[in-house]
């Protein structure tokens, strides 16, 4: 079942009460029989009432030309007046504002000059009170308009800002998960790889070298150990759950021998610039940067030793890790564990190249901005 609109409801209303007055009219003043027009136009303008909303203008003009012609030619003195007022109303809210100025001031300058029969219908008093119900209704559909479009406005905004948050919000969700995945590629990458190393050695030395054969055992439970404690952190930050405190210091450019002595290999180390004072994100990135290129080494290029060169130089980090192995496999510089250092790099606003070395072997050099920390 359709239900009427406020609007509706308002209009029906409206047009019944001045019905009803009208016909109260006929009955305060029995000695005046009413003619055609005391009938047809209240019933035209109360039509034109009810159509206002879907014609604004139309009903205005069909409204304020029964009420100019109803009360000089109509016998009775009804409150058709009110209902120019809803119109007047209506057009200035539905944006037909310059209509209702033009129409409200043609109807008063119409009243303010007419009269029929020599007689003037409205004195000077009545007129004034008629202008200001005029400048009113008016002004009253225009204000409802702006304030309807600031609501309109400020809703728009709303839905904007929180439209805005709900993408920055992924965007972070994104960029979590990615940093993520690099601190569990790193973690488990490194490690699982220095297990392996270390393993295969324990093999091969078993019979012949038992000495380096527990040397190498005794490197995968220290490496394992590790690799289990960083996992535990790093699953507890996303469980969001408090995990104790390591039981071990974290890689830093500080500790340059722990972090390259569980790399399996023979690293020749150069070192330049105080690396005691770095800022948090750059160690980090440095250290994570310096581990996955030495996995690198021991992975892919056959090669046992490495040459790492790190230096503190006019507000730059910058690392060079190469080897001399026949064996690198990772020659365009695209490999998974290549990119994620790249976006450590970038992340920083800093740079990495890496790729093969014209003599053999690989290398890897990366630019860390000391300022570039956001």
């Known amino acids: 079942m359709r239900t009427l609109s406020a609007g509706t409801i308002v209009s029906l209303a409206v047009v019944i009460a001045v019905l009803a007055g009208t016909v109260a009219t006929s009955f ?29 203008v139309a009903a205005l003009i069909v409204v304020l030309v029964a009420v100019a012609l109803y009360y000089p030619f109509a016998r009775l003195d009804g409150p058709m007046i009110v209902l120019s007022f809803v119109v007047l109303y209506t057009a200035a809210e539905l944006g037909h504002l310059i209509a209702a100025i033009a129409a409200g001031a043609a109807s008063l300058l119409a ?12 004195d000077d008093s009545m007129f004034l009170m008629i202008a200001g119900w005029v400048v009113a209704a008016v002004a009253g559909g225009g204000v409802t308009r702006n304030r309807r479009a600031y ?13 805005s948050k709900e993408e920055e919000a992924r965007l972070r969700a994104s960029e979590e998960r990615l940093r993520i995945a690099r601190e569990l590629h790193d973690v488990l990458g490194h490690n699982i790889s220095m ?5 295969a050695a324990a093999l091969h030395g078993l019979k012949k070298r038992p000495e380096a054969a527990e040397a190498a055992l005794r490197t995968i439970k220290e490496t394992s150990k590790e690799t289990l404690r ?28 722990a972090l390259v002595a569980g790399s399996g290999l023979d690293v020749r180390t150069e070192l330049s610039g105080r690396l005691d004072e770095v800022p948090t994100e750059v160690d980090l ?28 130089e006019s507000g730059h980090i910058v690392i060079r890790v190469e080897d001399d192995g026949p064996g690198a496999t990772f020659t365009d510089g695209t490999g998974y564990g290549l990119q994620g250092m790249r976006e450590r790099a970038t992340a920083l606003g800093g740079t ?23």
């Open 151 to 163: 609501l309109r406005e400020a809703e728009r905004r709303v839905l904007d800002a929180l439209h």
């Open 230 to 257: 960083e996992l535990r952190t790093t699953l507890g930050v996303l469980r969001q759950v408090d995990e104790g405190a390591p039981t071990a210091p974290a890689d830093s450019l500080a500790r340059m021998e």
């Open 352 to 374: 990495l190249e890496a790729g093969p070395r014209p003599d053999g072997g690989f290398l890897v050099v990366a630019d860390l901005p000391l300022n570039g920390v956001r």
């Open 195 to 199: 297990i392996n190393v270390q393993a």
């Open 285 to 312: 990135a440095a250290t994570r940067i310096i581990r996955e290129a030495l996995t690198n080494v021991s992975r892919h290029s056959g090669a046992d030793a490495a040459r790492l060169t790190v230096t503190n």
């Open 28 to 56: 305060l003043q029995p000695g005046i029989a009413p003619n055609a027009l005391d009938v047809l136009l209240p019933l035209a303008a109360g039509a034109a009432v009810l159509a206002r909303q879907r014609y604004p």
């Open 111 to 122: 009243m303010g000059l007419g009269e029929t029969g020599g007689i003037r219908h409205v």
